[in-house]
Nanobody, 124 residues
Framework: QVQLVESGGGLVQAGGSLRLSCAASGRTFSNYVMGWFRQAPWKEREFVAA????????RYADSVAGRFTISRDIAKNTVYLQMNDLKPEDTAVYYCASALSVVLGITRAEYDYWGQGTQVTVSS
């Protein structure tokens, strides 16, 4: 069983930064993909970023490319999402996810395990 625990959400002004963390346990992630999704009120959960553990390849949604960076700490088995130049439209609950695959997937169906989510609120 995989456990994913997010942290680092909060309230920030537009233009500010936050770093989200996703601590993973329960399996070895060296051959799999970790992703971040977000869900705003009344909207579908959408892809934000993905990271392939084996070769550090990444993929980003167009809406966050150039502002967000996904990375990892191998020793801590943790994936991060550094979010810079935040905008009010980035307000959402952010979810960490793990895929039993090497594909940098962008859909919910491609991920097998999910965290509980952390709220990010960006004020204008």
């Amino acid at each position: 069983q995989v456990q994913l625990v997010e942290s680092g959400g909060g309230l920030v002004q537009a233009g500010g930064s936050l770093r989200l963390s996703c601590a993973a346990s329960g399996r070895t992630f060296s051959n799999y993909v970790m992703g971040w999704f977000r869900q705003a009120p009344w909207k579908e959960r959408e892809f934000v970023a993905a990271f392939r553990w084996s070769d550090s390849n990444t993929r980003y949604a167009d809406s966050v490319a150039g502002r967000f960076t996904i990375s990892r700490d191998i020793a801590k088995n943790t994936v991060y999402l550094q979010m810079n130049d935040l905008k009010p439209e980035d307000t959402a609950v952010y979810y960490c996810a793990s895929a039993l695959s090497v594909v940098l997937g962008i859909t919910r169906a491609e991920y097998d395990y999910w965290g509980q989510g952390t709220q990010v609120t960006v004020s204008s």
